[in-house]
């Protein structure tokens, strides 16, 4: 078990010239372009946005970072590197991700499928070489994978004139987020695209789904905490309970089809309107209805959590310190999910002011809030029996291309 902490505060080459640097050995010569993206944290409302809910998510000084030059045969060759993880050599041939000889290759793969038929990226493309290398651990709740795609994103569409403008950056968390719903089995928050492309990182980004809009409150660190993520082991990937989760949001988005709105927040009386509808459903003899007792829990689950995310959002703005703490520590509703449980309670008891799952259902890190006058002795004390890593503030998504001679 051990301290991980982050390499730009060590004066390490920043990632993105680590990332030119490996391109070009490995390819023998040097990329078109680079870009880099800051790993996600999430503080309240992960799992509601297909409901039309809020999320609340910052940066991390923590980044991945992409570079890429072009090929001429029509394959898709990624070369990934993460601490604590096995580097990866993949291929998916180009147009047809489905094919790809590994998981992240169909992730990616799908991803530059996606830009070139959304007009992005260039349908005269004739395959790709992409260097990722990324400085967030995986398991570590801080959405590595999705930094990486965010960075990709940027990277392949360096030439955009439009490149820094908000809507021409939601548009590509937007594909992101579709290439991963489509292509991997490793899918998660599209908020973590959202804020990674357009969060500045001096707040907390707050997502609202019912209107699409990012605004910012006030980082939780000016109340005299700092940020920690704990788990019992970096280093890997973890896919959670995403079936249980798709399983959840294919029911929000089928009844948002039925009631003929875009969020299931925008219809009155939504529990009880949803139950009558499953429970109609089930009448008539349609086995795949979730029962009237699973549809309750699951609106009433999105709509609590984003009562909550709102709340979270007022205390910050507000600087009501308790508040903002209390939110934190009330209970997930695991609707039906696993929770490291255990895990918030050890955190607590060893020091931390507040504690929750760092990504409800998909990883079973937690992210812990400790007094800066105690941070220090929490972290040396967590790390003697788990991997910790301190979350530091980030700055946005960006270009990295090395200035002209």
Same mark, same amino acid.
């Given at each position: 078990?051990s301290?991980?902490?982050?390499?730009?505060?060590?004066?390490?080459?920043?990632?993105?010239?680590?990332? $030119?640097?490996a391109?070009?050995?490995r390819?023998?010569?040097?990329?078109?372009?680079?870009?880099?993206?800051p790993? %996600?944290?999430?503080?309240?409302?992960?799992?509601v /946005?297909?409901?039309?809910g809020?999320?609340?998510?910052?940066l991390?000084?923590?980044?991945?970072?992409?570079?890429?030059?072009? $090929?001429?045969?029509?394959?898709?060759?990624?070369?990934?590197?993460? *601490?604590?993880?096995e580097d990866?050599?993949?291929?998916?041939?180009?147009?047809?991700?489905?094919?790809?000889d590994? +998981?992240?290759?169909?992730?990616?793969?799908?991803?530059?499928?996606?830009l070139?038929?959304?007009?992005?990226?260039?349908? !005269?493309?004739?395959?790709? /070489?992409?260097?990722?290398?990324?400085?967030?651990p995986?398991?570590?709740?801080?959405?590595?994978?999705?930094?990486?795609?965010?960075?990709?994103? &940027?990277?392949?569409?360096a030439?955009?004139?439009?490149?820094?403008?908000?809507?021409?950056?939601?548009?590509?968390?937007?594909?992101?987020?579709?290439?991963?719903?489509?292509?991997?089995?490793?899918?998660?928050?599209?908020s973590?695209?959202?804020?990674?492309?357009?969060?500045?990182?001096?707040?907390?980004?707050?997502?609202?789904?019912?209107?699409?809009?990012? %605004?910012?409150?006030?980082?939780?660190?000016?109340?005299?905490?700092? =940020?920690?993520?704990?788990?019992e082991?970096?280093?890997?990937?973890?896919?959670?309970?995403?079936? $249980?989760?798709?399983?959840?949001?294919? =029911?929000?988005?089928?009844a948002?089809?039925?009631?003929?709105?875009?969020?299931l927040?925008?219809?009155?009386?939504?529990? !009880? $309107?949803?139950?009558?509808w499953?429970?109609?459903?089930?009448?008539?003899?349609?086995?795949?209805a979730?029962?009237?007792?699973q549809?309750?829990?699951w609106?009433?689950?999105?709509?609590?959590?984003?009562?909550?995310?709102?709340?979270?959002?007022?205390?910050?703005?507000s600087?009501?310190?308790?508040?903002? =703490?209390?939110?934190?520590?009330?209970?997930?509703?695991?609707?039906?999910?696993? &929770?490291? !449980?255990?895990?918030?309670?050890?955190?607590?008891?060893?020091?931390?002011?507040a504690?929750?799952?760092?990504?409800?259902?998909?990883?079973?890190?937690? &992210?812990?809030?400790?007094?800066?006058?105690?941070?220090?002795?929490?972290a040396?004390?967590?790390?003697? /029996?788990?991997?910790?890593?301190?979350? %530091? +503030?980030?700055?946005?998504?960006c270009?990295?291309d090395? *200035?002209? /001679?």
């Amino acid at each position: 078990m051990s301290l991980w902490t982050d390499p730009t505060a060590q004066h390490a080459t920043p990632v993105a010239e680590r990332a $030119r640097t490996a391109h070009e050995k490995r390819t023998g010569h040097a990329p078109a372009h680079v870009a880099s993206a800051p790993a %996600t944290w999430i503080l309240a409302g992960e799992n509601v /946005d297909h409901f039309g809910g809020a999320t609340l998510i910052g940066l991390s000084s923590l980044r991945a970072a992409v570079a890429f030059s072009p $090929r001429d045969d029509h394959q898709l060759v990624f070369a990934a590197s993460a *601490p604590a993880s096995e580097d990866v050599v993949a291929t998916a041939p180009l147009g047809e991700p489905a094919d790809a000889d590994h +998981p992240l290759a169909k992730r990616w793969g799908g991803l530059v499928h996606q830009l070139i038929q959304r007009q992005v990226l260039s349908r !005269d493309t004739a395959g790709l /070489d992409v260097t990722v290398i990324s400085d967030i651990p995986l398991g570590a709740g801080l959405g590595a994978l999705w930094a990486a795609d965010s960075a990709m994103c &940027l990277a392949l569409a360096a030439g955009h004139a439009e490149l820094n403008e908000a809507p021409f950056r939601a548009r590509l968390a937007d594909i992101a987020s579709q290439a991963v719903d489509a292509y991997s089995s490793l899918t998660g928050l599209r908020s973590r695209h959202t804020a990674a492309l357009r969060a500045s990182g001096t707040g907390i980004a707050v997502i609202d789904y019912a209107d699409g809009s990012l %605004t910012e409150a006030p980082h939780p660190g000016r109340e005299g905490v700092r =940020f920690f993520s704990v788990a019992e082991k970096f280093g890997e990937a973890d896919d959670g309970e995403v079936e $249980r989760i798709a399983a959840h949001r294919a =029911f929000i988005d089928a009844a948002c089809a039925n009631f003929g709105v875009t969020s299931l927040r925008k219809l009155p009386d939504a529990i !009880d $309107r949803v139950v009558e509808w499953v429970t109609a459903r089930r009448t008539v003899g349609d086995e795949t209805a979730p029962t009237p007792e699973q549809a309750r829990a699951w609106v009433h689950f999105c709509e609590a959590e984003t009562l909550r995310s709102m709340a979270v959002a007022k205390a910050l703005r507000s600087r009501h310190t308790n508040d903002l =703490f209390s939110l934190v520590n009330s209970p997930t509703e695991a609707r039906g999910l696993t &929770l490291p !449980d255990a895990l918030v309670e050890l955190c607590k008891t060893r020091g931390a002011v507040a504690a929750r799952p760092a990504a409800t259902g998909t990883s079973k890190a937690v &992210l812990a809030l400790v007094s800066v006058r105690t941070a220090d002795e929490f972290a040396r004390t967590m790390a003697k /029996d788990f991997d910790i890593v301190e979350i %530091t +503030p980030g700055r946005t998504a960006c270009l990295e291309d090395a *200035p002209a /001679d």
